[in-house]
């Protein structure tokens, strides 16, 4: 082996620590530069370059592991009480009252506090700590906020095949959970694996249920009970009402028979304010409105045929496919049909008959959905082929009092916002929101949101009015946030919008006179002059020519018409 460098050194030597010292620079090697090389390069002037004093850092994002939290129930056991004293007993907590309060230091402590508590009641009523002094200033110089919204979260369905989210409903308690039900209204939907369960959610944990609720027959609507926050009605598209006690789990705890239940699939059910908070009704496609107490689900209490000739019969009923209850008005509801008539009922009344109270012709199509105005019950809108409208009890026999402009797509749900009172939302075939604002604009919507490609089923608004829900045909529920400006009630909003129903109410009684007028003078004409044969051939040529002038019409507005088109349509009617 060829040693190339040899180490010579004492052997006292190895082992011990380098000794490093400093030294100056030295050239090691030098090349010099090849004008060669130049021709294969570009020269570069000038030349830029950046150098950063701190280090470069990078920001990056991870979605880590959440913190499973359980939620345990406490049992307060009522304490204070001596061990002989039981204080499920009423007579012995009384007995021992009586001893204490005679006893000599009961009285010098209560005197002794009552001095001290009125010491601070004087106190505290001097000055007031939370008077604000420039409350409208603050107002007029505060800046509106322009209409916005941002999408905070998504609830899909974890199911396959998926599923119509066809109604929400919030948690009363500060809005924390939703309430989901998921069911397909297609005609004799074939698919097998249909999965029949509904969902709630907790808004702070979106990526899972926190609750499945497993109805016979999948659930079209749910509805949360505002006095026991732990009861949930549910509507089932086999006709059953079912009722769940979400502290006993997903099963349900009561549910109707079916021989007493609906005939066609629930659209709607409510809870009824009584004093158990056990009552409510449900309203089907069947025609009829029953009356039901969850603590005895074993027929209907009462029974509504919604039968606007009055005959109370079954095979005229009109099929109601939305209600709607409101608090205020206890003994009135409203029952949107499939026939596009909207039926106010008393429940007061005497006799079924006499419980249809007025009925009002709204819209072509279905009326998906109806909604009193939460400021004037009286007030009520309703949504149903391609517009929405707004009407008054005031008004029995007239049309509307006002209304939006009539959409390409059809329109599916509303609602009206709870902070404002002539805010209200509105859900479309194409997958957008509409936000109104009456008092700002009547032609065109505030602001519109285009959520989803596939159609807004169901639309429901959290009791502060700044987060929406809505539901698609898909089975994906968004939460939308909408801008403050949308849910702060402005200095007397609510009076602006009393005089503007009432002048539109107004408005509309005086056409209405006149409308009668106009049509009892043509009835006298008509009497006056002899009867005139038409020609049926001539007033069917008239009507072929109108309705062809209408559709080119509205194809030049909408700019669809080929230059040549009208022509070629003119020979054709020819």
Known sequence: MEIKYEYTRKRSEFGRPCSFSDFLAEVTVDIPPDPSLADDFIPQDPVDFAVQEGPVMA????????????????????????????????????????????????????????????HYIRQNNTIDIYEEYFEEEEEEDEEEEPPSYKTINVLRDPNQPKRMATRLSWH?????????????????????????????????????????????????TLEYNSKDWYHVLGGCY??????????????????????????????????LPSRTGTECFSGSTDGQVLWWDIRKMSQPSERLILD??????????????????????????????????IISCNRDAKTPPEKIANIFSSHIGAVYRVTRNPFFPKVFLSVGDWTARIWT??????????????????????????????????SKSDGTVDIWDFLFHQKEPVLSIKV???????????????????????????????????????KNEKTLTSSMFEREARREKVLQEKYRERLLREQERARARPEEQEDPQE?????????????????????MEDPGEGEEGEAAAE
């Open 59 to 118: 920001l990056h994002e991870v979605n880590t592991d959440r913190v499973q939290v359980s939620i345990q129930g406490v049992n307060h056991v009522e304490g204070g009480w001596p061990k002989h004293i039981d204080p499920k007993n009423s007579e012995l907590t009384t007995r021992y009252r009586e001893e204490v309060e005679r006893e000599e230091v009961y009285t010098r402590t209560v005197q002794r506090l009552g001095s001290l508590m009125e």
């Open 172 to 220: 009363p308690d500060a809005n924390k959970a939703v309430a989901v039900a998921y069911c397909s209204m297609e005609f004799q939907d074939s698919r097998k694996d249909m999965c029949f369960d509904s969902y709630i959610w907790d808004l702070e944990k979106p990526y899972s249920p926190e609750l499945t609720l497993k109805p016979s027959s999948p659930a079209v």
């Open 238 to 271: 086999n006709g059953q009402i079912v009722f769940w006690d979400t502290r006993k789990g997903g099963l349900p705890v009561e549910m109707t028979p079916v021989e007493f239940s609906h005939r066609d699939p629930v659209y709607g059910a409510c809870w």
């Open 308 to 341: 606007i000739t009055r005959e109370d019969q079954l095979k005229k009923a009109l099929g109601a496919i939305s209600l709607d209850f409101a608090p205020t008005m206890p003994t009135k509801f409203l029952v949107g049909t499939e026939q596009g008539i």
């Open 393 to 426: 009890e005031e008004l029995m026999d007239s049309s509307s009092i006002m209304e939006t402009k009539y959409h390409t797509p059809y329109l599916l749900d509303t609602c009206w916002s709870p902070m404002k009172p002539a805010v209200f939302f509105t």
């Open 452 to 490: 989803s490609i596939e159609p807004l089923l169901s639309l429901c608004v959290q009791d502060n009015g700044r987060i929406i829900g809505c539901s698609t045909r898909m089975g994906t529920v968004f939460l939308l946030e909408i801008s403050s400006g949308f849910c702060t009630l402005r």
């Open 539 to 559: 007033v069917f040529k008239q009507a072929q020519a109108d309705f062809l002038a209408n559709i080119k019409a509205e194809r030049r507005r909408r700019g």
